[in-house]
């Protein structure tokens, strides 16, 4: 592969990224360093950018003008930018990803920007590189994206909308490679756990990859005669592969959940149906999940989600009896139906606070619909 490492100027934030440019796509794949020791132009730019902005504070101050983020208004949640330009939309892959194919379906005319992590992604918003992130959450068949669940704590974005894709995967190889000749198929987890059971019949051994596309590229790009991958359709065709299958997905109806993550929050409407995602951790004791979930039982609010992740910073507490024993301490991520704008929304969340050790408000967007 022709690889080249440059530095890019991207026109809309004027900010630099590092990136990896590849003979197969122009779109450069947005790689956030992990160690700010080696001082790239990338983060030297983000410092003095940094430098700006608290200059910009301070004359904010001196102007006795308080600056408060902006709420997003429902137009600039669609296409295009306040000054007309394309909306930059992260999604952590390779093109021929399902992540592509999500932020292409949340925005038609944006311009998909890769990225290489999950991680990668959040940081793109938060830098101001990319407008939105459209990271996958959940899937029918797969379960929770527990990372994404994680970071969603660690970042500081919101949750402006989702998106429902169908994913129907591909068993895809190089032209003239039949079935009989794999022994090994790559891919990413989630996709191969969806694809469990036929990869088993077939008799397949299994590799994990980033995501989807990037198997199909390294099948190509290495001319692999014993090795397919798991792939869209979309992804054998950019990569000039082989479709050996369609649809091997254990169930027809697969379909992953993907967030719409921004700077700035949407402002709730009540005029189509939303749904609204917090996350939320308790102290320890009989009934106090049930008094939780009761806030809004009471209230006729539908849950659609519960997920629970370890706390990271303080996962074991020891148990009040004093006999050495130990909890685990989680947190708990709940989505509800009903919008923020709505009384008993906000009632159910003031009531929750009364005994929550910790609470915050993910987003509330409007239900993708477009599935149902
Ligand atoms: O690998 C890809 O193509 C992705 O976009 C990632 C991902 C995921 O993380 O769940 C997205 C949709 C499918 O469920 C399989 C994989």
Same mark, same amino acid.
């Given at each position: 592969?022709?690889?080249?490492?440059?530095?890019?100027?991207?026109?809309?934030?004027?900010?630099?990224? +590092?990136?990896?440019?590849? #003979?197969?796509?122009?779109?450069?794949?947005?790689?956030?360093?992990?160690?700010?020791?080696?001082?790239?132009?990338?983060?030297?730019?983000?410092?003095?950018?940094?430098?700006?902005?608290?200059?910009?504070?301070?004359?904010?101050?001196?102007? !006795?003008?308080?600056?408060?983020?902006?709420?997003?208004?429902?137009?600039?949640?669609?296409?295009?930018? =306040?000054?007309?330009?394309?909306?930059?939309?992260?999604?952590?892959?390779?093109?021929? $990803?399902? =992540?592509?194919?999500?932020?292409? +379906?949340?925005?038609?005319?944006?311009?998909?920007?890769?990225? &290489?992590?999950?991680?990668?992604?959040?940081?793109?918003?938060?830098?101001?590189?990319?407008?939105?992130?459209?990271?996958?959450?959940?899937?029918?068949? %797969?379960?929770?994206?527990?990372? !994404?669940?994680?970071?969603?704590?660690?970042?500081?974005?919101?949750?402006? %909308?989702?998106?429902?894709?169908?994913?129907?995967?591909?068993?895809?190889? !190089?032209?003239?490679?039949?079935?009989?000749?794999? @022994?090994?198929?790559?891919?990413?987890?989630?996709?191969?756990?969806?694809?469990?059971?036929?990869?088993?019949?077939?008799?397949? @051994?299994?590799?994990?990859?980033?995501?989807?596309?990037?198997? $199909?590229?390294?099948?190509?790009?290495?001319?692999?005669? &014993?090795?397919?991958?798991?792939?869209? @359709?979309?992804?054998?065709?950019?990569?000039?592969?082989?479709?050996?299958?369609? !649809?091997?997905? &254990?169930?027809?109806?697969?379909?992953?959940?993907?967030?719409?993550?921004?700077?700035?929050?949407?402002?709730?409407?009540?005029?189509?149906?939303?749904?609204?995602?917090?996350?939320?951790?308790?102290?320890?004791?009989? %009934?106090?999940?049930?008094?939780?979930?009761?806030?809004?039982?009471?209230?006729?609010?539908?849950?659609?989600?519960?997920?629970?992740?370890?706390?990271?910073?303080?996962?074991?507490?020891?148990? #009040?009896?004093?006999?050495?024993?130990?909890?685990? &301490?989680?947190?708990?991520?709940?989505?509800?139906?009903?919008?923020?704008?709505?009384?008993? $929304?906000?009632?159910?969340?003031?009531?929750? +606070?009364?005994?929550?050790?910790?609470?915050?408000?993910?987003? @509330?967007?409007?239900?993708?619909?477009?599935?149902?």
């Amino acid at each position: 592969m022709a690889t080249a490492t440059s530095i890019v100027r991207s026109p809309a934030a004027l900010l630099f990224a +590092k990136v990896t440019v590849s #003979d197969h796509k122009p779109t450069p794949t947005i790689q956030i360093s992990r160690f700010p020791s080696k001082r790239s132009c990338f983060t030297a730019l983000l410092s003095s950018l940094h430098h700006d902005n608290n200059n910009d504070d301070n004359n904010n101050n001196n102007n !006795n003008v308080i600056s408060h983020p902006k709420p997003l208004s429902s137009s600039q949640l669609f296409n295009s930018v =306040s000054n007309g330009s394309r909306l930059r939309v992260a999604y952590q892959g390779v093109r021929g $990803a399902y =992540s592509e194919a999500a932020a292409e +379906k949340a925005y038609p005319n944006c311009e998909a920007v890769p990225c &290489d992590q999950f991680d990668s992604a959040f940081q793109a918003v938060e830098k101001w590189l990319v407008d939105r992130a459209v990271l996958p959450i959940e899937n029918s068949l %797969g379960g929770s994206i527990h990372r !994404n669940y994680d970071l969603l704590l660690r970042h500081s974005l919101h949750i402006v %909308g989702e998106v429902k894709l169908a994913v129907q995967h591909c068993l895809v190889a !190089n032209h003239g490679v039949q079935l009989e000749d794999l @022994s090994r198929v790559l891919s990413h987890p989630q996709a191969l756990a969806q694809c469990e059971n036929t990869l088993t019949k077939i008799g397949l @051994s299994r590799e994990a990859v980033d995501d989807t596309a990037l198997a $199909a590229k390294h099948v190509a790009l290495h001319k692999l005669k &014993d090795t397919g991958a798991v792939a869209s @359709s979309s992804a054998a065709k950019i990569y000039g592969l082989n479709i050996l299958a369609q !649809n091997i997905q &254990d169930d027809c109806d697969n379909v992953t959940r993907f967030l719409i993550l921004a700077r700035e929050p949407i402002i709730p409407g009540i005029q189509n149906p939303f749904k609204t995602s917090i996350v939320f951790s308790l102290e320890e004791g009989p %009934g106090v999940l049930f008094k939780a979930l009761a806030v809004f039982a009471l209230r006729q609010i539908n849950l659609t989600k519960i997920e629970s992740r370890p706390l990271r910073n303080q996962p074991l507490r020891a148990a #009040d009896d004093n006999n050495g024993s130990k909890y685990f &301490d989680y947190l708990f991520y709940v989505d509800f139906e009903a919008s923020m704008a709505e009384e008993r $929304a906000q009632n159910a969340l003031r009531h929750l +606070k009364e005994f929550a050790t910790f609470l915050r408000v993910l987003g @509330s967007y409007p239900v993708d619909t477009t599935m149902m």
